[in-house]
């Protein structure tokens, strides 16, 4: 039997403010080509088949025009819900898309309950565990502690491994969390929703020994915990930290002994990811960045002062370019002087300039500058002169002379 890999599909992810759903259909429409160009029998995808627990129309056409291609290529589909989805709004329909060969499983009661698909060899049990809350899971079972992530899926795994034992055969199955290796640690982007509140936290790769292959979702790039648990990954770059990562899915293949082969399958990137580092100036006037002007951008401005409207200006070359981050190469020495000792006795163009150099990272007022700073604080000094002088305050009635001690401050002049 051979089954494609894949997870954290994401359906309804904007990057930075924009779209990425016509980027997604065609991931998904070449993952439907690899499957029948290699004759893949099941797809799993580990969770987080949407981006937000509550999806837009669009999200639901896409994810039905996916499932659709992927029967019409010829194979089954197992999905389960990830942190991002609502389990009841991707389940909704489930026993229904279930005669037609799409399995949703989202419910906590499904875990050890397996979806069988027979091969030439016999049978192969899909096990999908959902993602499980403790909180949620814990007053179904009041007799078993279930504080953390890893005290639940050791509970669920050792329910899987026994409805197992019972039927036999070989078994996948499909869970989403943050497993680990001890001995080599997962690298998480910056866009993975944290599953670590509440006590939640890391799962131990040993955690899912039996099955004869485990498919990960949660973490966006694809990692190798052994060689039968394995993270496939996101489709698409969610994050400019995910940039080199390679994006596609696992072809696991089992035979009548179990595992028999696993090769990454490639899979299209719609819009490569870049980062680029320099002053404004040498990135806009660099011929070798012509290869990336339809990249999405991130750029750092290496400048000793921040460029004014510095967007805009790299968006007329780069017109993807989304984020943009000040780093200047020259930092100016900081100073420990307290703002009192660093104007006493100096006058107000050197305050002034003062103040601008601070502000611009040790640059200090052009000539042109201090020439329109001089004009103004001198067009402030000479209007000061011409105020109406102060009117004398009116004698204080007898009554007012006879207040209360209490009362005189009130009367002193300012």
Aim: charged share 20%; hydrophobic share 40%.
């Amino acid at each position: 039997m051979k089954i494609l890999h894949t997870s954290d599909w994401h359906i309804g992810r904007t990057f930075h403010g924009h779209s990425t759903i016509e980027n997604l259909r065609t991931v998904l429409a070449a993952l439907a080509a690899e499957v029948r160009a290699r004759s893949v029998d099941v797809v799993v995808v580990s969770g987080d088949i949407f981006d937000s627990a509550t999806p837009s129309a669009e999200a639901y056409t896409v994810l039905e025009a996916a499932v659709v291609a992927l029967r019409e290529a010829g194979a089954s589909v197992v999905l389960t819900s990830g942190n991002h989805d609502s389990a009841t709004r991707l389940g909704f329909m489930s026993r229904f898309s279930g005669t037609a060969g799409v399995h949703v499983i989202t419910r906590q009661e499904q875990h050890s309950t397996p979806i069988t698909i027979d091969d030439e060899f016999g049978p192969v049990h899909f096990y999908g565990i959902p993602y499980l809350e403790p909180a949620l899971l814990r007053h179904h079972y009041p007799d078993v502690p279930l504080k953390n992530h890893e005290q639940v899926l050791g509970f669920v795994m050792d329910r899987i491994r026994a409805d197992l034992a019972e039927r036999g055969g070989r078994s996948v199955v499909l869970s989403h969390c943050f497993a680990v290796n001890v001995a080599q640690a997962v690298e998480q982007s910056d866009v993975e929703r944290d599953i670590t509140s509440g006590g939640i936290d890391y799962v131990p790769v040993s955690t899912f020994d039996g099955p004869d292959y485990v498919a990960l979702g949660h973490i966006h790039g694809r990692s190798t915990l052994s060689e039968r648990v394995r993270y496939s990954g996101a489709p698409l770059h969610y994050s400019f930290s995910e940039a080199s990562k390679p994006r596609g899915g696992w072809l696991v293949e089992l035979d009548t002994d179990g595992l028999s082969s696993v090769e990454w399958v490639d899979l299209p990137v719609p819009r490569q990811l870049s980062v680029l580092t320099g002053t404004l100036d040498e990135i806009l006037a660099d011929a070798e960045h012509t290869a990336v002007e339809g990249h999405w951008l991130s750029v750092i401005l290496t400048d000793q002062v921040r460029p004014l409207d510095g967007m805009r200006k790299l968006q007329t070359r780069f017109p993807h370019c989304v984020t943009l981050e000040h780093r200047p190469a020259v930092t100016a020495a900081s100073t420990e002087t307290t703002y009192a000792e660093r104007v006493h006795a100096r006058t107000d163009t050197e305050i002034v300039s003062g103040f601008l150099e601070f502000v611009r990272n040790g640059t200090g007022p052009s000539d042109r500058e201090v020439e329109i700073l001089n004009s103004v604080l001198t067009e402030v000094a000479l209007g000061s002169t011409d105020e109406p002088a102060a009117q004398p305050r009116p004698k204080r009635t007898t009554e007012s002379a006879t207040r209360t001690p209490t009362n005189t401050l009130a009367e002193v002049d300012v």
